[in-house]
């Protein structure tokens, strides 16, 4: 199975940029879909962004759509979710997270998470 491991979090002021990267163990990296998700204090676990095996499409949540990009390097085994124009309300952890095959955008639908990566963004 793999594993992930979340990496570029930090704390950045409005209107800055950020790339957390997602890296993967485990073996048969291509076969799984990734998804990013993030997690607010005293808030749920909230779906950011998706990317399909072979990057041919992605899906994000309206509220990052047009300021965040996910893509993926198969050939290094990791995702990528680069954050522009970021807002004091993407203040947060995020996750990445993988399923084999489909995508989807709800938590329950993943089986394998990493530890997160807090991104803290500065008014």
């Known amino acids: 199975q793999v594993q992930l491991v979340e990496s570029g979090g930090g704390l950045v002021q409005a209107g800055n940029s950020l790339r957390v990267s997602c890296a993967a163990s485990g073996g048969g990296f291509s076969n799984y879909v990734v998804g990013w998700f993030r997690q607010a204090p005293g808030q749920e676990r909230q779906f950011v962004s998706v990317?399909?095996?072979?990057?041919?499409?992605?899906n994000y949540a309206d509220s990052v759509r047009g300021r965040f990009t996910i893509s993926r390097d198969n050939a290094k085994n990791t995702v990528y979710l680069q954050m522009n124009s970021l807002k004091p309300e993407d203040t947060a952890i995020y996750y990445c997270a993988a399923r084999l095959l489909t995508k989807a955008t709800t938590v329950r639908e993943y089986p394998f998470w990493g530890q997160g990566t807090q991104v803290t963004v500065s008014s």
């Open positions: 990317i399909s095996r072979d990057s041919s499409t992605t």
